[in-house]
């Protein structure tokens, strides 16, 4: 028996990286509980090359438009709307908080005016929108988007289900959403960005 194949799943989970290119010999030796479909989703390609997996180059291609908009943005900091806007600003990202009620946001003493939907952008087809609403908001949010020509979304964990992730990924150029990332509740920004924004030589 091999030394990987006597580590627990959830052990390998915590030392193997995600979206990470292992040889095929390495791949051979893990144990028979990590599927084909866990690999190809979590930790390995079939393909021994270097180019990304296909949610590293959405996440890549998102982080190429040259403005951004939170849906959802929030006062409350507590709430996910707050802290995916702050990621933003914190890192010093033209980003635009967006509200029903048109809130501003105060993030490390600066106030962001917010707008109180898509519809107000300046220029929507050079922004890329993160999501942080309810499914039913957020398909509403993605129609709004199609029309507007938003070329890229982000979809937080929680804010989606089949059918949005559906119409997403049938009328965007970049869609990230789902299973992937290196956190437990699939791709989010507050995890993912960093190294996303690297892969688009943004930092």
Avoid at 52 to 81: C, I, L, Q, R
Avoid at 144 to 171: C, H, I, R, S
Wanted: charged fraction near 15%.
């Amino acid at each position: 028996m091999s030394l990987i194949s006597q580590f627990s799943f959830s052990s390998l989970k915590h030392i193997l990286k995600p979206s990470t290119r292992y040889p095929a010999h390495f791949q051979e030796q893990l144990p028979r509980f990590i599927t084909p479909s866990y690999q190809q989703h979590h930790f390995f390609t079939s393909t021994p090359n270097l180019k990304m997996s296909a949610s590293d180059e959405t996440a890549k291609s998102f982080f190429s438009s040259p403005k951004f908009a939170v849906v959802g943005a929030s006062t409350n900091t507590e709430k996910f709307g707050y802290k995916v806007f702050k990621w933003y600003a914190d890192r010093d990202l033209p980003a635009t908080p967006i509200n029903p009620q048109g809130a501003a946001l105060t993030v490390n003493g600066q106030s962001y005016p917010a707008i109180k939907s898509l519809s107000e952008l300046e220029n929507p087809k050079e922004t890329s929108v993160s999501i942080i609403t309810g499914p039913a908001i957020t398909l509403k949010t993605l129609h709004e988007a199609k029309e507007l020509g938003v070329p890229a979304v982000w979809l937080q964990p929680g804010t989606f289900n089949d059918e949005v992730l559906a119409y997403a990924n049938d009328n965007f150029q970049a869609v990230v959403a789902g299973k992937g990332g290196w956190g437990g509740e699939g791709w989010c920004v507050l995890v993912d960005g960093e190294r996303s924004l690297a892969a688009a030589a943004r930092l």
